[in-house]
């Protein structure tokens, strides 16, 4: 027998604006959270339905496999109760005091009315008199509003407010309370202007979006309501810029509705209690009546927090330190539970494109504006120092949200921590979160490569790509082992958070691995559907190394294969979207390189994609043993 207490979870909604044009922003329902104690359960756990309309059906199709039985529906009409009740075995219930007497059911699920909002509701609802009656601030704002106390910590007073009753003089019903409310929240440092409309038709350009505007950029939310981030849904634009598309990095939640409802029984099952959401709730609803007061008595009010504090750290970031730098959404299931988290998608800052050297610091800008975050630089390239005024230019992310990985160059093998001091000066950081050394090969000393973007090509040639009297490569006797220790000592002086290998053969990386005291966490190497590698990338997820691919998508020939063609069309991604996807399905990490803003935003896109075995097995028809550059 399992404890319970018992819970009523309800669906309803308030709507939101946080804009500059006065126009009316909602958005959809969610679950809320009532708590009934001393109830218990044997087995699955049983619920009621309060409500049983289009929202009720959309749960009820979950129910099937779920650890939830629906024990009863309750509705205020009798047709829809029992229609709904006797597709599950459920008891019917048109008073809701009668079910849960009825009924040992510790969690109810409240899907009454409000599910679509509001905005001239007459225009759309066969029964818009709850609506009408509660008016457009306790309808619809609360998820807006929840996001933004999520993000800020609770509302501390209402600086100001007012109230209009605006309403067409055709129409047959009218509303009972306000229709046009406008208020001025403060949190703990932002200020929102907050409009919550009936007025404003569902058709509304700006009917679901949110903007927040701070001194580096702004953000806009198209759909503040959303279960689920899609593309379009959110851009950025820093100071000075235009707004960037910013993709989702991680698959579309397709959860059922009822998977919530499910979590949330599972924590009570558990012997927890989850109260975080109903205290927000209560700030919420204390929100609402601080506008109402303030609307009234035309002064500022002050709102109660209810228990709501400020987190200001997204759950989502990771501090630095050996195993776990930055970034960090790919499951551990793919790459190993010890190995560093790293962003699903990076980009690639190498100046040399369709031979010629080109400026990136607009393309690198226009990255990280989109969610980039894993910037792959290198010494070789010449442009630390653009990189650099790109990271501390206001509205660029902080450096603990980026994770920098650092490359030298051969001809400093043997001078690794002059090199990596270099570097670090260019970009103005303290450390790298991994430095790598960019080949295994040796070169002869050319002294320290500095701003080489800045030399003329000639020059640029001659310090990177030594040659001796006979037109040979410039080497030097550096064993790859010994660069490799060099390496070390940059680790060992906290100018690089881990280490890595560049373009290495498995041989090479297992000799490494013999003779390290400090072990790769990463090793770079060209990948795609030609080159798979699967034998050292299979290697590496062993041993908890992270793979990176760079030149995933510069092969002759490959973006117009068939085969990437097909799978593109199926997915609504192009073709190098189906290479990158391909790459992070399997647990790689892609660094594509493009200065086409429309290229940037649709690379980062594939990040959200997940191929199917079928789908990469049509890919693996692609591997050429004998391809070359």
């Known amino acids: 027998m399992l404890s319970l207490g018992r819970a009523l979870l309800g669906a309803g909604g308030f709507t939101m604006v946080v804009s500059g044009n006065g126009t009316a922003k909602v958005c959809g329902p969610q679950p809320t959270v009532w708590f009934f104690e001393n109830r218990g359960l044997c087995g699955c756990v049983d619920c009621v339905f309060v409500g049983a309309g289009a929202v009720a059906d959309q749960y009820a199709a979950g129910l099937d496999g779920s650890p939830l039985r629906l024990a009863g529906v309750c509705d205020l009409d009798p047709g829809r109760a029992e229609r709904l009740a006797a597709a599950h075995g459920a008891d019917a219930f048109t008073d809701l005091g009668s079910a849960l007497d009825a009924l040992d059911a510790p969690l109810a699920l409240n899907l009454t009315s409000h599910a679509a909002h509001v905005g001239r509701v007459t225009g759309w609802h066969d029964r818009p008199d709850s609506f009408l009656a509660v008016g457009p601030l306790y309808d619809g704002a609360v998820y807006p509003l929840s996001l933004l106390v999520a993000w800020f910590g609770p509302v501390q007073r209402v600086r100001a407010a007012d109230v209009l009753d605006v309403w067409p003089a055709d129409e047959e019903k009218n509303p009972e309370a306000p229709t046009h409310i406008e208020a001025t929240l403060s949190f703990d440092g932002p200020v929102?202007?907050?409009?919550?409309?009936?007025?404003?038709?569902?058709?509304?350009?700006?009917?679901?979006?949110?903007?927040?505007?701070?001194?580096?950029?702004?953000?806009?939310?198209?759909?503040?309501?959303?279960?689920?981030?899609?593309?379009?849904?959110?851009?950025?634009?820093?100071?000075?810029?235009?707004?960037?598309?910013?993709?989702?990095?991680?698959?579309?939640?397709?959860?059922?509705?009822?998977?919530?409802?499910?979590?949330?029984?599972?924590?009570i099952a558990d012997g927890d209690r989850p109260r975080a959401s109903a205290r927000r709730g209560a700030h919420l609803v204390a929100v609402c009546n601080g506008i109402?007061?303030?609307?009234?008595?035309?002064?500022?009010?002050?709102?109660?927090?209810?228990?709501?504090?400020?987190?200001?750290?997204?759950?989502?970031?990771v501090r630095p330190h050996a195993t776990e730098p930055r970034g960090g959404t790919v499951p551990d299931s793919?790459?190993?539970?010890?190995?560093?988290?790293?962003?699903?998608?990076?980009?690639?800052?190498?100046?040399?494109?369709?031979?010629?050297?080109?400026?990136?610091?607009?393309?690198?800008?226009?990255?990280?504006?989109?969610?980039y975050r894993l910037l792959d630089s290198?010494?070789?390239?010449?442009?630390?120092?653009?990189?650099?005024?790109?990271?501390?230019?206001?509205?660029?992310?902080?450096?603990?949200r980026v994770f920098l990985l650092g490359k030298v160059w051969n001809t400093n093998h043997g001078h690794v921590a002059e090199a990596c001091a270099g570097s670090l000066a260019e970009l103005g950081i303290e450390a790298f979160d991994c430095y790598a050394l960019h080949w295994p090969e040796a070169w002869v000393y050319q002294g320290p490569l500095r701003r080489l973007a800045e030399k003329p090509v000639s020059e640029q040639e001659a310090l990177a790509f030594p040659e001796t009297a006979g037109g040979e490569r410039a080497t030097v006797d550096l064993s790859l082992t010994e660069a490799w220790a060099n390496l070390e000592g940059v680790h060992e002086r906290g100018w690089a958070r881990t280490l890595g290998l560049c373009n290495v053969t498995r041989d090479q990386l297992e000799r490494v691995l013999g003779a390290a005291t400090v072990p790769p966490a990463l090793v770079q190497v060209e990948r795609h559907p030609y080159r798979p590698r699967h034998d050292l990338v299979a290697f590496c997820r062993e041993r908890g190394i992270r793979v990176v691919a760079h030149s995933p998508l510069s092969a002759p020939g490959l973006l117009a294969e068939d085969v990437l063609a097909e799978i593109a069309a199926d997915r609504a991604l192009s073709p190098a979207g189906v290479v990158l996807a391909w790459n992070v399905t399997e647990g790689v990490v892609p660094i594509p390189s493009s200065i086409t803003p429309a290229h940037v935003v649709e690379n980062l896109r594939a990040a959200s994609a997940r191929l199917t075995d079928a789908e990469r097995e049509q890919i693996a028809t692609l591997e050429d043993p004998e391809f070359t550059r």
């Open 192 to 267: 929102v202007r907050l409009t919550a409309s009936l007025y404003a038709p569902h058709r509304s350009r700006e009917f679901y979006g949110l903007e927040l505007h701070g001194d580096g950029g702004s953000i806009y939310l198209r759909d503040a309501g959303g279960r689920g981030p899609a593309p379009g849904d959110l851009s950025y634009a820093r100071t000075g810029r235009e707004y960037t598309d910013v993709p989702p990095q991680q698959p579309a939640d397709e959860r059922p509705r009822l998977a919530d409802v499910e979590r949330f029984a599972t924590a």
């Open 292 to 317: 109402e007061r303030a609307a009234s008595e035309n002064g500022p009010v002050p709102v109660d927090a209810c228990g709501v504090t400020a987190d200001h750290t997204p759950p989502s970031v």
């Open 334 to 371: 793919e790459v190993g539970a010890s190995a560093l988290r790293l962003p699903p998608i990076g980009f690639g800052c190498s100046r040399y494109r369709d031979g010629e050297y080109v400026d990136r610091a607009d393309s690198i800008a226009g990255a990280l504006d989109a969610g």
């Open 378 to 400: 290198a010494e070789l390239y010449g442009n630390e120092h653009r990189i650099g005024d790109v990271l501390a230019a206001p509205g660029a992310p902080d450096r603990e």
